[in-house]
């Protein structure tokens, strides 16, 4: 977290906490790698996107994930402690994808992106549209022999297949945990947005932040800045100076 800054972090949450839950996973991943660029990181497949996230994860806050969720059967409130590694999915091909090829109809398509996902969400809110328009974003070509195909010309069954395409090619895209709720022994399995996660793991330690900043300016009547600057283990001590 250091070798970010305590001054960049908390930049990155003023500028981020009003933003959508995916514009402030981007809004990280900029703030951590600015060398990057920030449309790069809108542009990768979702499976490499969360992986960087899930390595930005472990360098700010360590390897253990607190996960809280609602057991599905008995309302049950699940404490289940994870770590990163169990999040880790083999990484999706550079290279672009084969075409898909059924009932005489061929499909060059690539993988989604944060890009095509923003793009969509704020185009509609109706679910079952979103999976077309998101689909047609990412279809590049469609053909029946000579013939060019438009995205919502292609049969179902093609559909789902390039769903499944997609799903396989970047398993990461939609990582998964599994669970058992111990009150009732039901076994289910949550989505794991590690981008909500980590930015909630920054909401908590920008509050933890924010009292130190508080104690050690009422103490020292140092500004925001100059506290900020300190290294946090410079930072514990003098807390702990004023807390004696
Ligand atoms: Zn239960």
Redesign the pocket.
């Given at each position: 977290m250091e070798a970010l800054g305590a001054q960049r972090l908390l930049q990155c949450w003023d500028g981020a906490r009003d933003e959508h839950p995916l514009r402030r996973a981007l809004a990280l991943l900029d703030a951590a790698w600015p060398e990057v660029g920030a449309a790069r990181w809108g542009a990768l497949p979702l499976g490499a996107r969360d992986a960087r996230l899930i390595a930005l994860h472990e360098a700010l806050f360590g390897t253990a994930l607190e996960t809280r969720v609602d057991?599905?059967?008995?309302?049950?409130e699940?404490e289940t402690p994870l770590s990163t590694g169990e999040l880790a999915t083999p990484p999706a091909p550079a290279d672009d994808p084969p075409p898909l090829v059924e009932d005489g109809i061929a499909v060059e398509w690539r993988l989604p992106t944060s890009d095509d996902l923003l793009a969509v969400l704020e185009a509609d809110d109706d679910a079952a549209d979103a999976a077309e328009r998101l689909l047609a974003r990412c279809v590049r070509a469609a053909r029946r022999g000579d013939a060019a195909l438009a995205p919502q010309e292609l049969p179902e069954p093609l559909i789902e297949r390039l769903q499944q395409a997609m799903a396989e090619r970047d398993p990461g895209a939609d990582l998964r945990i599994a669970l058992a709720?111990?009150?009732?022994?039901?076994a289910f399995e949550r989505r794991f947005d590690i981008g909500s996660h980590l930015f909630g793991a920054l909401d908590d330690w920008t509050e933890r932040l924010l009292d130190e900043v508080h104690a050690l300016a009422s103490a020292y009547g140092w500004s925001e800045a100059e506290i900020l600057a300190l290294p946090a283990a410079r930072r514990r001590h003098y807390l702990a100076r004023i807390q004696a």
């Amino acid at each position: 977290m250091e070798a970010l800054g305590a001054q960049r972090l908390l930049q990155c949450w003023d500028g981020a906490r009003d933003e959508h839950p995916l514009r402030r996973a981007l809004a990280l991943l900029d703030a951590a790698w600015p060398e990057v660029g920030a449309a790069r990181w809108g542009a990768l497949p979702l499976g490499a996107r969360d992986a960087r996230l899930i390595a930005l994860h472990e360098a700010l806050f360590g390897t253990a994930l607190e996960t809280r969720v609602d057991c599905p059967a008995c309302g049950a409130e699940l404490e289940t402690p994870l770590s990163t590694g169990e999040l880790a999915t083999p990484p999706a091909p550079a290279d672009d994808p084969p075409p898909l090829v059924e009932d005489g109809i061929a499909v060059e398509w690539r993988l989604p992106t944060s890009d095509d996902l923003l793009a969509v969400l704020e185009a509609d809110d109706d679910a079952a549209d979103a999976a077309e328009r998101l689909l047609a974003r990412c279809v590049r070509a469609a053909r029946r022999g000579d013939a060019a195909l438009a995205p919502q010309e292609l049969p179902e069954p093609l559909i789902e297949r390039l769903q499944q395409a997609m799903a396989e090619r970047d398993p990461g895209a939609d990582l998964r945990i599994a669970l058992a709720c111990p009150a009732c022994g039901q076994a289910f399995e949550r989505r794991f947005d590690i981008g909500s996660h980590l930015f909630g793991a920054l909401d908590d330690w920008t509050e933890r932040l924010l009292d130190e900043v508080h104690a050690l300016a009422s103490a020292y009547g140092w500004s925001e800045a100059e506290i900020l600057a300190l290294p946090a283990a410079r930072r514990r001590h003098y807390l702990a100076r004023i807390q004696a």
